[in-house]
Protein backbone atom coordinates (compact mmCIF):
# COMPACT_ATOMS: atom_id res chain seq x y z
CA UNK A 1 0.00 0.00 0.00
CA UNK A 2 0.90 3.66 -1.03
CA UNK A 3 2.49 5.54 1.93
CA UNK A 4 -0.72 7.83 3.23
CA UNK A 5 0.74 11.54 3.75
CA UNK A 6 -0.12 13.62 6.42
CA UNK A 7 -3.81 14.98 6.21
CA UNK A 8 -5.38 18.26 7.70
CA UNK A 9 -7.81 17.20 10.18
CA UNK A 10 -11.42 17.69 9.63
CA UNK A 11 -11.77 17.01 13.27
CA UNK A 12 -10.64 20.85 14.38
CA UNK A 13 -12.87 22.44 11.77
CA UNK A 14 -16.24 20.81 13.26
CA UNK A 15 -15.26 21.56 16.62
CA UNK A 16 -14.28 25.10 16.10
CA UNK A 17 -17.61 25.74 14.00
CA UNK A 18 -20.07 23.87 16.51
CA UNK A 19 -22.95 26.15 17.80
CA UNK A 20 -24.74 25.24 20.86
CA UNK A 21 -28.07 27.38 21.89
CA UNK A 22 -30.08 27.28 24.34
CA UNK A 23 -33.68 27.32 23.67
CA UNK A 24 -35.09 30.17 26.15
CA UNK A 25 -36.84 33.20 27.45
CA UNK A 26 -34.32 35.89 28.26
CA UNK A 27 -35.01 39.47 29.01
CA UNK A 28 -38.31 38.88 26.75
CA UNK A 29 -36.83 37.45 24.04
CA UNK A 30 -37.68 33.91 23.07
CA UNK A 31 -34.88 32.72 21.45
CA UNK A 32 -35.06 28.85 19.86
CA UNK A 33 -33.58 26.89 17.03
CA UNK A 34 -36.67 25.60 15.47
CA UNK A 35 -39.71 23.36 15.52
CA UNK A 36 -40.98 22.31 18.92
CA UNK A 37 -43.72 21.04 20.41
CA UNK A 38 -46.16 22.84 22.12
CA UNK A 39 -45.12 20.83 25.65
CA UNK A 40 -41.63 22.35 24.93
CA UNK A 41 -42.67 25.55 23.81
CA UNK A 42 -45.14 26.49 27.26
CA UNK A 43 -42.27 24.51 29.66
CA UNK A 44 -39.62 27.70 28.43
CA UNK A 45 -42.08 30.57 28.71
CA UNK A 46 -43.86 28.96 31.51
CA UNK A 47 -47.53 28.88 30.25
CA UNK A 48 -50.20 26.73 30.38
CA UNK A 49 -49.78 24.05 27.19
CA UNK A 50 -53.76 23.65 27.73
CA UNK A 51 -53.92 27.33 26.91
CA UNK A 52 -52.00 27.01 23.73
CA UNK A 53 -54.26 24.11 23.02
CA UNK A 54 -57.48 26.53 23.39
CA UNK A 55 -55.86 29.16 21.47
CA UNK A 56 -55.48 26.83 18.29
CA UNK A 57 -58.71 25.03 18.77
CA UNK A 58 -60.53 28.40 18.85
CA UNK A 59 -58.68 28.99 15.16
CA UNK A 60 -60.05 25.49 14.42
CA UNK A 61 -56.51 23.58 14.44
CA UNK A 62 -56.97 20.42 16.55
CA UNK A 63 -53.64 20.47 18.47
CA UNK A 64 -52.47 18.11 21.26
CA UNK A 65 -49.51 18.33 23.66
CA UNK A 66 -47.24 16.64 21.13
CA UNK A 67 -48.08 18.83 18.08
CA UNK A 68 -44.76 20.20 16.73
CA UNK A 69 -44.93 24.40 15.98
CA UNK A 70 -43.64 25.22 13.14
CA UNK A 71 -41.36 28.91 12.86
CA UNK A 72 -44.48 30.84 12.22
CA UNK A 73 -46.49 29.02 14.54
CA UNK A 74 -43.88 30.10 17.71
CA UNK A 75 -43.67 33.81 16.00
CA UNK A 76 -47.06 33.93 16.40
CA UNK A 77 -47.15 32.88 19.99
CA UNK A 78 -44.79 35.13 20.75
CA UNK A 79 -46.54 37.58 19.70
CA UNK A 80 -49.92 36.55 21.43
CA UNK A 81 -47.52 36.26 24.32
CA UNK A 82 -46.28 39.56 24.40
CA UNK A 83 -42.88 38.12 23.59
CA UNK A 84 -40.09 39.32 20.96
CA UNK A 85 -38.67 36.26 19.23
CA UNK A 86 -34.95 35.27 17.75
CA UNK A 87 -34.48 32.06 15.50
CA UNK A 88 -31.08 31.07 15.74
CA UNK A 89 -28.62 28.52 14.18
CA UNK A 90 -27.50 25.66 16.42
CA UNK A 91 -24.88 23.93 14.71
CA UNK A 92 -24.55 20.21 16.20
CA UNK A 93 -25.05 16.42 15.39
CA UNK A 94 -27.77 16.22 13.85
CA UNK A 95 -26.90 19.20 10.84
CA UNK A 96 -23.14 19.85 11.22
CA UNK A 97 -22.26 18.38 7.81
CA UNK A 98 -24.57 20.65 5.85
CA UNK A 99 -23.51 23.39 7.84
CA UNK A 100 -19.46 23.34 8.65
CA UNK A 101 -17.49 25.54 5.76
CA UNK A 102 -14.10 23.89 4.97
CA UNK A 103 -11.87 26.85 4.43
CA UNK A 104 -8.66 25.80 2.48
CA UNK A 105 -5.56 28.47 1.58
CA UNK A 106 -5.59 28.71 -2.24
CA UNK A 107 -2.12 27.26 -2.24
CA UNK A 108 -3.07 24.17 -0.99
CA UNK A 109 -5.80 23.67 -3.55
CA UNK A 110 -5.04 21.34 -6.83
CA UNK A 111 -6.81 20.71 -10.01
CA UNK A 112 -10.17 18.18 -9.70
CA UNK A 113 -12.24 15.89 -11.40
CA UNK A 114 -16.09 17.08 -12.65
CA UNK A 115 -18.54 15.55 -11.25
CA UNK A 116 -20.83 15.11 -14.05
CA UNK A 117 -25.36 14.33 -13.89
CA UNK A 118 -26.89 13.20 -17.02
CA UNK A 119 -30.81 14.89 -16.83
CA UNK A 120 -34.18 14.72 -18.70
CA UNK A 121 -36.90 13.20 -19.76
CA UNK A 122 -37.72 9.65 -18.99
CA UNK A 123 -37.60 7.61 -22.35
CA UNK A 124 -35.03 10.69 -23.86
CA UNK A 125 -32.08 8.24 -23.91
CA UNK A 126 -30.52 9.06 -20.52
CA UNK A 127 -29.73 5.30 -19.98
CA UNK A 128 -28.54 4.59 -22.93
CA UNK A 129 -25.96 7.12 -23.41
CA UNK A 130 -24.29 6.98 -20.35
CA UNK A 131 -24.65 3.03 -21.16
CA UNK A 132 -22.44 3.99 -24.46
CA UNK A 133 -20.03 5.89 -21.88
CA UNK A 134 -19.84 3.07 -19.79
CA UNK A 135 -19.73 0.33 -22.30
CA UNK A 136 -21.98 -1.78 -20.65
CA UNK A 137 -24.75 -2.68 -20.63
CA UNK A 138 -27.85 -1.61 -18.54
CA UNK A 139 -30.69 -0.12 -20.00
CA UNK A 140 -31.87 -3.49 -21.55
CA UNK A 141 -31.68 -5.44 -18.42
CA UNK A 142 -34.16 -2.72 -16.78
CA UNK A 143 -37.63 -3.31 -15.75
CA UNK A 144 -40.09 -0.97 -17.71
CA UNK A 145 -37.07 1.34 -19.43
CA UNK A 146 -36.32 3.01 -16.15
CA UNK A 147 -33.12 3.26 -14.20
CA UNK A 148 -33.92 2.11 -11.13
CA UNK A 149 -31.17 3.03 -8.78
CA UNK A 150 -28.20 5.43 -8.79
CA UNK A 151 -24.52 4.73 -9.47
CA UNK A 152 -21.54 6.55 -10.37
CA UNK A 153 -18.71 5.89 -13.32
CA UNK A 154 -15.44 7.41 -13.96
CA UNK A 155 -14.51 7.67 -17.48
CA UNK A 156 -10.91 9.14 -19.32
CA UNK A 157 -11.13 11.16 -22.63
CA UNK A 158 -7.30 12.71 -23.75
CA UNK A 159 -6.12 12.26 -20.71
CA UNK A 160 -8.74 13.66 -18.53
CA UNK A 161 -10.72 11.49 -16.26
CA UNK A 162 -14.45 12.64 -15.96
CA UNK A 163 -17.01 11.04 -13.39
CA UNK A 164 -20.81 10.49 -14.00
CA UNK A 165 -23.35 10.43 -11.70
CA UNK A 166 -26.10 7.90 -12.41
CA UNK A 167 -29.71 9.69 -11.56
CA UNK A 168 -32.71 7.53 -12.31
CA UNK A 169 -35.59 9.38 -14.84
CA UNK A 170 -38.79 8.34 -13.26
CA UNK A 171 -40.29 11.36 -11.17
CA UNK A 172 -40.14 9.05 -7.94
CA UNK A 173 -36.57 10.06 -8.41
CA UNK A 174 -37.23 13.75 -8.30
CA UNK A 175 -36.21 14.23 -4.92
CA UNK A 176 -32.71 12.77 -5.46
CA UNK A 177 -32.08 14.43 -8.62
CA UNK A 178 -32.22 17.75 -6.40
CA UNK A 179 -29.87 15.99 -4.55
CA UNK A 180 -27.60 14.96 -7.27
CA UNK A 181 -27.78 18.98 -8.31
CA UNK A 182 -25.31 19.91 -5.08
CA UNK A 183 -22.62 17.29 -5.85
CA UNK A 184 -22.32 17.92 -9.80
CA UNK A 185 -20.61 20.37 -11.04
CA UNK A 186 -22.27 20.26 -14.94
CA UNK A 187 -25.72 18.98 -15.99
CA UNK A 188 -26.03 17.18 -19.24
CA UNK A 189 -29.52 17.72 -20.28
CA UNK A 190 -30.61 15.44 -22.78
CA UNK A 191 -33.59 16.48 -25.39
CA UNK A 192 -34.92 13.78 -27.95
CA UNK A 193 -34.25 15.54 -31.38
CA UNK A 194 -37.93 13.92 -32.53
CA UNK A 195 -39.23 14.65 -29.25
CA UNK A 196 -38.38 18.12 -27.49
CA UNK A 197 -39.00 19.55 -24.16
CA UNK A 198 -40.95 17.65 -21.77
CA UNK A 199 -42.26 17.89 -18.67
CA UNK A 200 -39.09 16.20 -17.05
CA UNK A 201 -37.24 17.97 -19.01
CA UNK A 202 -38.25 21.00 -17.83
CA UNK A 203 -38.23 19.71 -14.03
CA UNK A 204 -34.10 18.98 -14.75
CA UNK A 205 -33.68 22.40 -16.15
CA UNK A 206 -35.34 23.98 -12.84
CA UNK A 207 -32.67 21.84 -10.55
CA UNK A 208 -29.92 22.82 -12.28
CA UNK A 209 -30.68 26.57 -12.37
CA UNK A 210 -31.93 26.26 -9.07
CA UNK A 211 -28.30 25.00 -7.83
CA UNK A 212 -26.52 27.37 -10.33
CA UNK A 213 -24.81 24.27 -12.17
CA UNK A 214 -24.14 25.05 -15.76
CA UNK A 215 -26.41 23.39 -18.45
CA UNK A 216 -24.73 21.24 -21.76
CA UNK A 217 -27.44 20.42 -23.91
CA UNK A 218 -26.83 17.09 -25.55
CA UNK A 219 -29.55 17.06 -28.66
CA UNK A 220 -30.05 12.84 -28.58
CA UNK A 221 -31.60 10.54 -31.02
CA UNK A 222 -30.06 12.45 -34.18
CA UNK A 223 -30.09 9.42 -35.94
CA UNK A 224 -33.90 9.32 -35.82
CA UNK A 225 -36.24 10.82 -38.37
CA UNK A 226 -38.96 13.59 -38.32
CA UNK A 227 -36.11 15.92 -36.11
CA UNK A 228 -36.43 19.44 -35.49
CA UNK A 229 -33.41 21.04 -33.79
CA UNK A 230 -34.26 25.02 -34.30
CA UNK A 231 -38.46 23.94 -32.76
CA UNK A 232 -35.87 22.21 -29.64
CA UNK A 233 -33.72 25.46 -29.59
CA UNK A 234 -36.90 27.80 -29.09
CA UNK A 235 -38.60 25.48 -26.78
CA UNK A 236 -35.14 25.37 -24.13
CA UNK A 237 -34.94 29.18 -24.97
CA UNK A 238 -38.27 29.60 -23.41
CA UNK A 239 -37.25 28.01 -20.15
CA UNK A 240 -33.63 29.95 -20.40
CA UNK A 241 -31.66 27.73 -21.93
CA UNK A 242 -30.07 29.60 -25.00
CA UNK A 243 -27.24 27.92 -27.41
CA UNK A 244 -24.18 29.96 -27.72
CA UNK A 245 -25.20 31.20 -31.79
CA UNK A 246 -27.89 32.75 -30.16
CA UNK A 247 -25.72 34.90 -28.27
CA UNK A 248 -26.41 32.63 -24.73
CA UNK A 249 -24.11 30.76 -22.27
CA UNK A 250 -25.17 26.97 -23.12
CA UNK A 251 -22.94 24.66 -25.09
CA UNK A 252 -24.90 22.10 -27.84
CA UNK A 253 -23.97 19.03 -28.56
CA UNK A 254 -25.86 16.67 -31.26
CA UNK A 255 -25.53 12.86 -31.67
CA UNK A 256 -26.49 9.61 -30.58
CA UNK A 257 -26.51 8.10 -27.55
CA UNK A 258 -27.75 4.51 -29.36
CA UNK A 259 -24.75 4.78 -32.27
CA UNK A 260 -21.87 7.11 -30.17
CA UNK A 261 -22.03 10.00 -32.54
CA UNK A 262 -21.31 13.22 -31.02
CA UNK A 263 -19.79 11.25 -27.81
CA UNK A 264 -16.13 12.84 -28.37
CA UNK A 265 -17.81 16.38 -29.09
CA UNK A 266 -19.69 15.81 -25.62
CA UNK A 267 -16.50 14.90 -23.62
CA UNK A 268 -14.79 18.02 -25.37
CA UNK A 269 -17.60 20.22 -24.07
CA UNK A 270 -17.49 19.26 -20.90
CA UNK A 271 -13.87 19.35 -20.53
CA UNK A 272 -14.08 22.70 -21.81
CA UNK A 273 -16.30 23.53 -18.97
CA UNK A 274 -15.00 22.47 -16.12
CA UNK A 275 -11.51 24.22 -17.04
CA UNK A 276 -14.16 27.47 -17.67
CA UNK A 277 -15.27 26.32 -13.94
CA UNK A 278 -11.33 25.84 -12.64
CA UNK A 279 -12.64 23.01 -10.51
CA UNK A 280 -9.91 23.14 -7.30
CA UNK A 281 -10.13 20.94 -3.98
CA UNK A 282 -7.47 20.38 -1.65
CA UNK A 283 -6.22 16.36 -2.03
CA UNK A 284 -4.29 16.41 1.23
CA UNK A 285 -6.87 16.32 4.30
CA UNK A 286 -9.42 13.79 5.59
CA UNK A 287 -12.29 13.15 2.77
CA UNK A 288 -15.39 14.94 2.79
CA UNK A 289 -18.27 13.82 0.10
CA UNK A 290 -21.87 12.50 -0.45
CA UNK A 291 -23.32 9.07 -0.60
CA UNK A 292 -24.79 8.38 -3.69
CA UNK A 293 -25.90 4.76 -3.26
CA UNK A 294 -25.77 2.45 -0.54
CA UNK A 295 -27.15 -1.23 -0.39
CA UNK A 296 -26.82 -4.18 2.30
CA UNK A 297 -25.30 -7.60 0.78
CA UNK A 298 -24.95 -10.77 2.39
CA UNK A 299 -21.56 -11.32 1.99
CA UNK A 300 -20.28 -7.81 2.23
CA UNK A 301 -22.55 -6.09 4.85
CA UNK A 302 -23.22 -2.49 3.87
CA UNK A 303 -21.61 -1.47 0.18
CA UNK A 304 -21.98 2.38 -0.32
CA UNK A 305 -20.96 3.92 -3.69
CA UNK A 306 -19.36 7.71 -2.60
CA UNK A 307 -18.37 10.67 -4.77
CA UNK A 308 -14.84 11.79 -2.41
CA UNK A 309 -15.28 15.85 -2.65
CA UNK A 310 -12.25 17.26 -0.56
CA UNK A 311 -9.39 15.48 0.57
CA UNK A 312 -8.71 11.91 -0.27
CA UNK A 313 -9.93 8.58 1.30
CA UNK A 314 -7.82 5.83 2.08
CA UNK A 315 -8.57 1.72 3.16
CA UNK A 316 -9.28 2.06 6.62
CA UNK A 317 -10.37 5.56 7.26
CA UNK A 318 -12.66 5.76 9.65
CA UNK A 319 -16.00 8.04 8.32
CA UNK A 320 -19.15 9.20 9.67
CA UNK A 321 -21.98 9.14 6.93
CA UNK A 322 -24.97 10.71 7.88
CA UNK A 323 -25.75 8.76 11.11
CA UNK A 324 -23.46 5.59 9.90
CA UNK A 325 -19.96 4.92 10.92
CA UNK A 326 -17.61 2.28 10.42
CA UNK A 327 -13.59 1.94 9.12
CA UNK A 328 -13.21 1.70 4.83
CA UNK A 329 -12.82 -2.20 4.80
CA UNK A 330 -12.41 -2.01 0.86
CA UNK A 331 -11.89 0.82 -1.51
CA UNK A 332 -12.92 0.09 -4.72
CA UNK A 333 -13.36 2.06 -8.21
CA UNK A 334 -16.60 2.14 -10.24
CA UNK A 335 -15.44 -1.04 -12.46
CA UNK A 336 -15.53 -2.99 -8.98
CA UNK A 337 -11.05 -2.75 -8.97
CA UNK A 338 -9.57 -2.48 -5.98
CA UNK A 339 -7.94 0.92 -5.70
CA UNK A 340 -5.56 2.62 -2.84
CA UNK A 341 -6.77 5.82 -2.33
CA UNK A 342 -9.91 8.36 -3.84
CA UNK A 343 -8.83 11.49 -5.05
CA UNK A 344 -11.55 14.78 -5.19
CA UNK A 345 -13.96 13.73 -7.96
CA UNK A 346 -13.62 10.22 -7.98
CA UNK A 347 -16.39 7.61 -7.27
CA UNK A 348 -15.90 4.76 -5.08
CA UNK A 349 -17.55 1.74 -3.99
CA UNK A 350 -17.05 0.90 -0.15
CA UNK A 351 -17.82 -1.52 2.56
CA UNK A 352 -17.29 -1.35 6.55
CA UNK A 353 -20.39 1.06 7.45
CA UNK A 354 -22.17 -0.36 10.67
CA UNK A 355 -25.64 0.15 8.27
CA UNK A 356 -26.97 1.49 4.98
CA UNK A 357 -26.34 5.36 5.25
CA UNK A 358 -29.17 7.53 2.89
CA UNK A 359 -28.14 8.58 -0.58
CA UNK A 360 -27.91 12.16 -0.08
CA UNK A 361 -25.73 11.83 3.17
CA UNK A 362 -22.38 13.37 3.37
CA UNK A 363 -19.74 12.26 4.79
CA UNK A 364 -16.25 13.05 6.81
CA UNK A 365 -13.65 11.54 7.75
CA UNK A 366 -11.93 11.13 11.30
CA UNK A 367 -8.98 11.07 13.25
CA UNK A 368 -10.58 11.06 16.24
CA UNK A 369 -13.16 7.77 16.50
CA UNK A 370 -14.52 8.56 19.83
CA UNK A 371 -15.20 11.89 18.64
CA UNK A 372 -17.06 10.47 15.07
CA UNK A 373 -19.30 7.53 17.14
CA UNK A 374 -20.27 10.03 19.67
CA UNK A 375 -21.46 12.69 16.56
CA UNK A 376 -22.83 9.60 14.56
CA UNK A 377 -24.89 8.66 17.31
CA UNK A 378 -26.12 11.56 18.66
CA UNK A 379 -27.16 12.34 14.81
CA UNK A 380 -28.98 9.28 15.04
CA UNK A 381 -31.18 9.37 18.38
CA UNK A 382 -32.20 13.25 16.79
CA UNK A 383 -33.06 12.03 13.54
CA UNK A 384 -35.46 9.29 15.55
CA UNK A 385 -36.72 11.79 17.67
CA UNK A 386 -37.54 13.18 14.33
CA UNK A 387 -38.86 11.22 12.79
CA UNK A 388 -41.47 10.38 15.54
CA UNK A 389 -42.18 13.98 15.38
CA UNK A 390 -43.45 13.72 12.23
CA UNK A 391 -45.04 10.67 12.33
CA UNK A 392 -47.13 12.06 15.15
CA UNK A 393 -48.11 14.86 12.76
CA UNK A 394 -49.25 12.60 10.15
CA UNK A 395 -51.99 10.69 12.33
CA UNK A 396 -52.92 13.92 13.88
CA UNK A 397 -54.76 14.59 10.60
CA UNK A 398 -58.35 14.19 11.71
CA UNK A 399 -60.59 11.88 10.07
CA UNK A 400 -58.42 10.49 7.88
CA UNK A 401 -58.01 6.31 7.08
CA UNK A 402 -54.46 5.54 7.03
CA UNK A 403 -52.69 2.94 4.75
CA UNK A 404 -49.71 1.87 6.30
CA UNK A 405 -46.82 0.65 4.14
CA UNK A 406 -43.61 -1.00 4.88
CA UNK A 407 -40.78 -0.72 1.95
CA UNK A 408 -38.30 -3.18 1.12
CA UNK A 409 -35.60 -2.70 -1.58
CA UNK A 410 -32.93 -3.73 -3.08
CA UNK A 411 -30.93 -0.21 -2.45
CA UNK A 412 -31.18 3.05 -0.08
CA UNK A 413 -32.00 5.41 -3.04
CA UNK A 414 -34.69 3.80 -4.25
CA UNK A 415 -36.35 3.31 -1.09
CA UNK A 416 -36.30 6.43 -0.18
CA UNK A 417 -37.53 7.09 -3.52
CA UNK A 418 -40.50 5.12 -3.27
CA UNK A 419 -41.44 6.43 0.22
CA UNK A 420 -41.23 9.98 -0.76
CA UNK A 421 -43.41 9.09 -3.69
CA UNK A 422 -45.85 7.39 -1.83
CA UNK A 423 -46.16 9.86 0.99
CA UNK A 424 -47.32 12.72 -1.07
CA UNK A 425 -50.24 10.70 -1.96
CA UNK A 426 -53.64 11.62 -0.22
CA UNK A 427 -57.07 12.58 -0.84
CA UNK A 428 -60.01 13.54 1.21
CA UNK A 429 -60.95 10.85 3.04
CA UNK A 430 -57.13 8.87 3.23
CA UNK A 431 -53.38 9.22 3.51
CA UNK A 432 -50.51 7.08 3.32
CA UNK A 433 -47.72 6.33 6.17
CA UNK A 434 -44.40 4.57 5.13
CA UNK A 435 -43.66 2.93 8.73
CA UNK A 436 -40.79 1.66 7.81
CA UNK A 437 -38.12 1.42 4.88
CA UNK A 438 -35.09 -0.40 4.45
CA UNK A 439 -32.70 -2.14 2.52
CA UNK A 440 -32.49 -5.93 1.90
CA UNK A 441 -34.50 -9.03 2.20
CA UNK A 442 -37.79 -9.33 4.27
CA UNK A 443 -37.34 -10.67 7.49
CA UNK A 444 -39.72 -12.52 10.31
CA UNK A 445 -39.31 -8.91 12.50
CA UNK A 446 -40.90 -7.07 9.06
CA UNK A 447 -44.21 -9.48 8.88
CA UNK A 448 -44.23 -9.13 12.90
CA UNK A 449 -44.17 -5.00 12.56
CA UNK A 450 -46.66 -5.51 10.02
CA UNK A 451 -48.76 -7.21 11.91
CA UNK A 452 -48.92 -5.19 14.48
CA UNK A 453 -49.34 -2.04 12.55
CA UNK A 454 -51.74 -3.32 10.42
CA UNK A 455 -49.13 -2.53 6.88
CA UNK A 456 -48.78 -3.70 3.69
CA UNK A 457 -45.26 -4.90 2.68
CA UNK A 458 -44.23 -3.65 -0.95
CA UNK A 459 -40.82 -5.50 -1.96
CA UNK A 460 -38.95 -3.70 -5.15
CA UNK A 461 -36.43 -5.70 -6.51
CA UNK A 462 -35.74 -7.91 -3.72
CA UNK A 463 -36.36 -11.39 -1.91
CA UNK A 464 -39.02 -12.91 -0.17
CA UNK A 465 -37.74 -16.27 0.87
CA UNK A 466 -40.56 -18.75 0.65
CA UNK A 467 -40.13 -19.72 4.37
CA UNK A 468 -41.03 -16.10 5.00
CA UNK A 469 -43.88 -16.04 2.63
CA UNK A 470 -45.28 -19.01 4.29
CA UNK A 471 -45.11 -16.87 7.88
CA UNK A 472 -47.03 -14.33 6.43
CA UNK A 473 -49.30 -15.85 5.03
CA UNK A 474 -50.06 -17.47 8.44
CA UNK A 475 -50.39 -14.13 10.27
CA UNK A 476 -52.08 -12.55 7.20
CA UNK A 477 -49.95 -9.92 5.80
CA UNK A 478 -49.88 -8.84 2.06
CA UNK A 479 -46.77 -9.17 0.39
CA UNK A 480 -46.82 -7.29 -2.87
CA UNK A 481 -43.66 -7.58 -5.18
CA UNK A 482 -42.66 -4.98 -7.70
CA UNK A 483 -40.00 -4.03 -10.07
CA UNK A 484 -41.48 -1.17 -11.42
CA UNK A 485 -41.82 1.78 -8.93
CA UNK A 486 -44.84 3.68 -10.85
CA UNK A 487 -47.13 0.19 -10.47
CA UNK A 488 -46.64 0.50 -6.53
CA UNK A 489 -48.17 4.18 -6.92
CA UNK A 490 -50.50 3.28 -8.80
CA UNK A 491 -51.71 0.81 -6.67
CA UNK A 492 -51.65 2.73 -3.76
CA UNK A 493 -53.64 5.60 -5.79
CA UNK A 494 -56.22 3.00 -6.40
CA UNK A 495 -56.49 2.24 -2.88
CA UNK A 496 -56.91 5.58 -1.71
CA UNK A 497 -59.41 6.36 -4.20
CA UNK A 498 -61.18 3.36 -2.56
CA UNK A 499 -61.68 5.01 0.63
CA UNK A 500 -63.46 8.08 -1.33
CA UNK A 501 -66.89 8.39 -0.33
CA UNK A 502 -69.23 8.08 -3.60
CA UNK A 503 -69.94 11.63 -4.82
CA UNK A 504 -73.18 12.17 -7.14
CA UNK A 505 -74.76 15.04 -8.83
CA UNK A 506 -78.47 15.56 -10.05
CA UNK A 507 -78.75 14.89 -13.74
CA UNK A 508 -81.85 15.54 -15.38
CA UNK A 509 -83.64 12.86 -17.38
CA UNK A 510 -86.70 14.27 -19.13
CA UNK A 511 -89.84 16.57 -18.85
CA UNK A 512 -93.15 15.87 -19.32
CA UNK A 513 -96.73 18.78 -20.06
CA UNK A 514 -99.82 17.89 -17.80
CA UNK A 515 -102.11 17.87 -20.15
CA UNK A 516 -105.59 17.02 -17.89
CA UNK A 517 -105.40 16.22 -13.93
CA UNK A 518 -107.70 13.52 -12.65
CA UNK A 519 -109.15 13.86 -9.28
CA UNK A 520 -108.95 10.15 -6.87
CA UNK A 521 -110.14 10.03 -3.45
CA UNK A 522 -107.71 7.40 -1.74
CA UNK A 523 -105.07 8.63 -4.44
CA UNK A 524 -105.06 12.15 -4.66
CA UNK A 525 -104.39 14.18 -8.12
CA UNK A 526 -103.28 12.17 -10.88
CA UNK A 527 -101.07 14.25 -13.91
CA UNK A 528 -102.38 12.96 -17.12
CA UNK A 529 -99.40 14.03 -19.17
CA UNK A 530 -97.44 13.53 -22.22
CA UNK A 531 -93.65 13.23 -22.83
CA UNK A 532 -91.60 16.38 -24.13
CA UNK A 533 -88.38 14.89 -24.15
CA UNK A 534 -85.96 12.25 -22.19
CA UNK A 535 -87.77 9.61 -20.03
CA UNK A 536 -89.55 8.99 -16.71
CA UNK A 537 -88.82 5.96 -14.47
CA UNK A 538 -90.31 4.71 -11.69
CA UNK A 539 -89.56 6.45 -7.99
CA UNK A 540 -87.64 8.98 -10.08
CA UNK A 541 -86.95 12.40 -8.46
CA UNK A 542 -88.86 15.33 -9.87
CA UNK A 543 -89.55 19.25 -10.00
CA UNK A 544 -93.02 20.55 -10.37
CA UNK A 545 -92.63 24.08 -12.38
CA UNK A 546 -95.80 26.55 -13.01
CA UNK A 547 -95.11 29.67 -15.67
CA UNK A 548 -91.07 28.45 -15.35
CA UNK A 549 -91.15 29.17 -11.28
CA UNK A 550 -90.16 26.08 -9.36
CA UNK A 551 -93.17 25.04 -6.73
CA UNK A 552 -91.95 21.61 -5.78
CA UNK A 553 -89.33 18.99 -5.49
CA UNK A 554 -90.13 15.33 -4.53
CA UNK A 555 -90.72 11.97 -6.35
CA UNK A 556 -92.99 10.03 -7.79
CA UNK A 557 -94.97 7.11 -6.37
CA UNK A 558 -96.55 5.73 -9.52
CA UNK A 559 -96.41 5.87 -13.11
CA UNK A 560 -98.76 4.06 -15.28
CA UNK A 561 -99.22 3.80 -18.83
CA UNK A 562 -102.81 3.11 -19.24
CA UNK A 563 -104.35 1.02 -16.41
CA UNK A 564 -100.90 -0.63 -15.54
CA UNK A 565 -98.18 0.36 -14.02
CA UNK A 566 -94.96 0.91 -15.83
CA UNK A 567 -91.30 1.63 -14.91
CA UNK A 568 -90.08 3.60 -17.65
CA UNK A 569 -92.23 6.27 -20.56
CA UNK A 570 -90.09 7.33 -23.36
CA UNK A 571 -90.61 10.66 -25.62
CA UNK A 572 -93.83 11.24 -26.76
CA UNK A 573 -95.60 8.85 -24.78
CA UNK A 574 -98.54 10.01 -22.57
CA UNK A 575 -98.87 8.08 -18.81
CA UNK A 576 -100.50 9.31 -15.64
CA UNK A 577 -98.44 9.44 -12.36
CA UNK A 578 -98.85 10.73 -9.39
CA UNK A 579 -96.09 12.85 -7.32
CA UNK A 580 -95.59 11.83 -3.35
CA UNK A 581 -97.51 13.89 -0.59
CA UNK A 582 -98.28 16.24 -3.31
CA UNK A 583 -101.94 17.32 -5.20
CA UNK A 584 -100.87 21.12 -5.96
CA UNK A 585 -100.66 20.46 -9.67
CA UNK A 586 -102.65 22.11 -12.64
CA UNK A 587 -102.56 21.51 -16.59
CA UNK A 588 -99.76 23.08 -18.60
CA UNK A 589 -97.47 22.63 -15.33
CA UNK A 590 -94.16 21.39 -16.35
CA UNK A 591 -92.69 18.24 -14.32
CA UNK A 592 -88.72 17.30 -14.99
CA UNK A 593 -87.56 13.54 -13.97
CA UNK A 594 -83.70 13.75 -12.41
CA UNK A 595 -81.70 10.60 -11.79
CA UNK A 596 -78.31 10.58 -9.27
CA UNK A 597 -75.62 9.83 -11.66
CA UNK A 598 -72.05 8.79 -9.79
CA UNK A 599 -69.18 11.19 -10.73
CA UNK A 600 -65.90 9.36 -11.74
CA UNK A 601 -62.71 10.55 -10.27
Not at 129 to 146: P, Q, W, Y
Not at 215 to 236: A, G, H, Q, T, Y
Request: aromatic content about 8%; overall charge neutral; some cysteine.
Amino acid sequence: MAKIKQRKSNVEEIKSQLVSVKTELKDGVFIFTGPMTISEFTTKIKKSANEVVSYFFKKGKMYTLNNTLNEEEIAELCIEYGFDFQREVEINASNFMDQIEINDNEEEMESRVPIITIMGHVDHGKTTLLDTIRKSNVAHGEAGGITQHTGAYQVEYQNKKITFLDTPGHEAFTEMRARGTKVTDIVILVVAADDGVMPQTVEAINHALSAKVPIIVFVNKMDKPNIDVERIKSELSTHNILPEEWGGNNMFVYGSGKTGQGLNQLFEAINLQAEILDLKANKNRYPIGTVIESRLDKGKGTVATLIVQHGTLYPRDFIVAGSKYGKIRTLENSLGEPIEKATPGTPVIITGLNYVPLAGDKFFGFTDEKFAKNLAQEKAFTDKQTALKEKNLITLEEGKKIINIIIKSDVQGTAEAIKSSLEKLKNEEGMVKVIHSSVGDVTKADILLAEASNAIIYVFNSNVPSSIKQFANQQKIDIKEYSVIYKITEEVEAMLKGFKEPKYEEKNIGEALILKVFSYSKVGQIAGCTMVNGKFKTNCKVKVFRKNKLIHEGKLDSLRKGLNDTKEVAMGMEFGCHIYKFNDIQVDDIIKAYEDVLIEE
